[in-house]
């Protein structure tokens, strides 16, 4: 007997090992029959938790554990050894999980794009003889070049493999995740405009707006106003950070002039909006203590506004009311680049939505191109919703538009403030990618 195997190594082959952690830090370890369960505030905690079980375990059979592990980003194996390292296992397709795992529901995620390949392209080959002094070598590449090699793993047990020194690649579900940040980090060469839509109140209009301008602000930097276009005292300013005053558009429009003269600075719209600290963006007020009939804005007003918005701003996300014949809410349209329309999973909000499309689709060649190019985000404001019902929703709105996200149910978005570092993982996920659909229309 060697001196590496303990002297009461379980005798026969190492054992079948698998791990399944929840995104709470809950799971389990199971080794053959035997179920460790873990319980630990966050899943990197209960990662470190399976490890130190799979060790221990490792060291008792005097042999590396292949072990199967399931987590919120995905299923892959690991090779665990009894002094503690960890190496990933060959990378062969795992098409199921162990029959021991017990099913556990966990609510859908969004659509994901896939990844946008980033190809380097091949340099010119020049024609001798326009250029003799040319001289291009078959397989010469520049060492300047970028290598094409995606940078290590950074998320799950593929992160904290590459965090000691194992050159793990990122898993799709990574690289899909870096793409849409890519997407929503991009720049324009001109101001964009998006409109927030959908007849019905509680849609979900105003979280939209400001997730969506939370996940252009961070991962796009500065330039983001969430404008409330809003009719009858719209909710915007009541779910964001209110700055030192209490200035709304109404305060604005007076001094439109002087703020599209050549002399004005960006940094005197601080007067009159309000700056978000944590997510990075701007959000322009309506005077939600007002009646309507007290603060009616025109389509000129939209117009004032608009240009100085697109002055000062790169991206203009225009939260809306719910009159659809309100000539403030279709110069809106007249002057969104990117149209976004809203439902949760209740039918009355998708029914509102989808004959919004089918109107606009009518109504002039613009919306129509609008209609047909929109993203629809279907959120989950009910825990209850089934499967089925979000399923119908999805088909339904099919043929109405570009791209349909699904953001899933979250008690962080329901009332009060709303900011993304609140939000659960899977949420601030499917955001990110509901607003890279997005961005792919811009």
């Given at each position: 007997m060697s001196d590496e195997t303990p002297v009461h190594a379980p005798s026969g082959p190492p054992p079948a090992c698998a791990v399944f952690l929840r995104s709470n830090g809950t799971g389990e370890v199971l080794i053959n029959k035997d179920t460790s369960a873990i319980t630990c505030p966050d899943i990197a905690t209960g990662r470190r938790e399976a490890i130190a079980i799979l060790t221990e375990a490792a060291t008792r059979y005097g042999a590396p554990l292949l072990v199967t592990c399931s987590d919120p980003e995905g299923l892959f194996r690991l090779v665990v050894n009894g002094d503690g390292t960890v190496t990933e296992a060959p990378r062969d397709p795992i098409a199921t999980p162990p029959t021991a795992f017990h099913p556990v529901y966990t609510p859908p995620v969004a659509d994901v794009p896939a990844p946008i390949p980033f190809v380097n392209p091949a340099p010119p080959v020049m024609d001798s003889e326009e250029d003799d002094e040319e001289l291009v070598i078959p397989g010469r590449r520049a060492f300047t070049a970028p290598s094409g090699t995606p940078l290590p793993a950074e998320q799950g047990w593929r992160g904290a493999l590459a965090r000691r020194g194992i050159p793990v690649p990122p898993s799709e579900a990574e690289l899909a995740d870096r793409a849409a940040r890519l997407m929503v980090a991009r720049h324009w060469p001109m101001p964009k405009t998006i409109a927030v839509v959908n007849g019905k109140g509680g849609a979900g209009k105003t979280p939209t707006t400001i997730c969506l301008a939370a996940v252009f602000g961070r991962f796009g930097g500065s330039g983001i106003l969430a404008w409330d276009n809003n009719q009858t005292r719209g909710t915007l300013g009541w779910r964001t950070e209110t700055s030192p005053h209490e200035a709304t558009l109404l305060d604005l429009l007076p001094e439109v002039p002087r703020l599209l003269s050549p002399s004005a600075q960006a940094t005197e719209l601080t007067r009159f909006v309000h700056h978000q600290s944590h997510d990075l963006y701007d959000v322009l007020r309506s005077k939600s203590v007002l009646l309507a009939d007290e603060q009616r804005i025109t389509p000129e007003n939209v117009d004032a506004i608009w240009r100085v918005a697109t002055k000062f701003y790169r991206l203009i996300i225009m939260d809306s009311g719910n009159d659809e014949s309100d000539p403030m809410w279709r110069r809106m349209i007249d002057r969104a680049d990117q149209l976004v329309t809203?439902?949760?999973?209740?039918?009355?909000?998708?029914?509102?939505?989808?004959?919004?499309?089918?109107?606009?689709?009518?109504?002039?060649?613009?919306?129509?191109?609008?209609?047909?190019?929109?993203?629809?985000?279907?959120?989950?404001?009910?825990?209850?919703?089934?499967?089925?019902?979000?399923?119908?929703?999805?088909?339904?709105?099919?043929?109405?538009?570009?791209?349909?996200?699904?953001?899933?149910?979250?008690?962080?978005?329901?009332?009060?403030?709303?900011?993304?570092?609140?939000?659960?993982?899977?949420?601030?996920?499917?955001?990110?990618?509901?607003?890279?659909?997005?961005?792919?229309?811009?």
């Open positions: 809203v439902t949760t999973t209740r039918v009355d909000h998708a029914e509102a939505g989808a004959l919004l499309l089918e109107a606009l689709m009518r109504r002039n060649e613009h919306s129509a191109r609008l209609a047909q190019q929109s993203v629809t985000i279907i959120t989950q404001a009910d825990i209850k919703a089934t499967e089925e019902s979000i399923r119908r929703i999805r088909v339904g709105y099919t043929p109405l538009c570009r791209n349909i996200a699904f953001i899933p149910y979250d008690p962080n978005m329901l009332d009060g403030p709303l900011l993304y570092d609140n939000l659960r993982p899977a949420t601030q996920r499917a955001w990110l990618h509901a607003a890279a659909a997005v961005a792919e229309g811009l």
